[in-house]
């Protein structure tokens, strides 16, 4: 029997911290993005960034690409990346970039749950315990103030609503572009997106203001970071380990967030944070029983 050859641990440990930073600072990038361009904006800029990033990768890639994958190409965008990218930045207008990082976590159980729900996926029970953690913990993270006092926010639910798209898109694209190199599913994803996302650049009037360069750089480096490089980063770690190691990363994100929330000044309730832990918690239940 061949032996699967080792994985380059010092490389899949940068791959890991590096995914974590970029992907954890993200929503503070939006709030930066946010002082200056309104929140069509900074999703349409965000990507608009990305698809520019990606244009030379697909076309050496697009003798890979057939005429209908373009639909997959679409939804998965719309519904991972365009849609999801402008709904975090409505709530980046009234929530903390501590709490946003806080609630993406919900993201692995919404997978779960639209599999279930939608795609006939298998489950196990102890998952079922996972996905009451981890309601349990949104909804503390949806209304826990100061105090452990109730401070029901329901800006909050953009970003729920964004992790359901978020995990009904990880459905798409293995159901629909599994058999697709993960690079040119990328690539064509973007570049399905990207025209609309000029689009909606040019009707929201963003040709025609100045440009604001720390705020106009924040939301580029969003895409180009973000949803570009970050996305190649996953699927290198996905290569040289698995999923499950992968998806680890959804740990440290709410973590990384939190830091650069308390960095920039904003106040962290000792309810969100325990709100957090049993979200986490909800997490590893489901992914322990994955493995």
Not at 31 to 57: E, H, T
Not at 58 to 63: N, S, T, V, Y
Request: charged share 10%; hydrophobic share 55%; net charge positive.
């Amino acid at each position: 029997m061949e032996n699967k050859p080792k994985s380059p641990v010092l490389l899949v440990i940068l791959a890991f911290t590096a995914l974590s930073l970029i992907w954890g600072s993200s929503f503070i990038l939006v709030k930066k993005s946010l002082v200056y361009y309104s929140s069509p904006q900074v999703g349409a800029l965000r990507i608009f960034a990305a698809f520019i990033f990606f244009i030379p990768v697909f076309l050496k890639q697009r003798h890979e690409v057939k005429k209908e994958h373009w639909k997959s190409f679409l939804l998965a965008g719309l519904t991972g990346n365009l849609i999801p990218a402008i709904l975090f930045s409505i709530a980046g207008k009234h929530l903390t970039s501590a709490l946003s990082g806080m609630l993406n976590a919900f993201t692995p159980l919404f997978t779960l749950i639209v599999g279930i729900l939608l795609f006939k996926q298998g489950f196990q029970w102890r998952q079922m315990l996972g996905i009451i953690l981890g309601i349990a913990g949104c909804f503390g993270l949806i209304v826990g103030g100061e105090g452990f006092n109730v401070d029901f926010n329901y800006h909050a639910l953009w970003v729920v609503l964004a992790t359901f798209l978020y995990g009904f898109n990880l459905h798409i694209v293995k159901t629909k572009l599994s058999g697709l190199n993960p690079f040119t599913s990328t690539a064509g994803i973007f570049m399905a997106i990207g025209p609309l996302s000029l689009i909606l650049l040019a009707s929201t009037g963003f040709f025609s203001q100045a440009i604001e360069w720390w705020p106009f750089l924040a939301a580029c480096s969003l895409g180009v970071f973000g949803s570009a490089i970050a996305m190649v980063l996953f699927n290198q770690l996905i290569k040289w380990t698995n999923a499950i190691v992968a998806s680890s990363v959804t740990y440290i994100i709410p973590i990384v967030a939190v830091g650069w929330g308390v960095f920039d000044g904003e106040q962290v309730y000792i309810s969100q944070v325990v709100a957090m832990i049993v979200l986490l918690i909800g997490v590893y239940e489901i992914n322990r029983s994955k493995a």
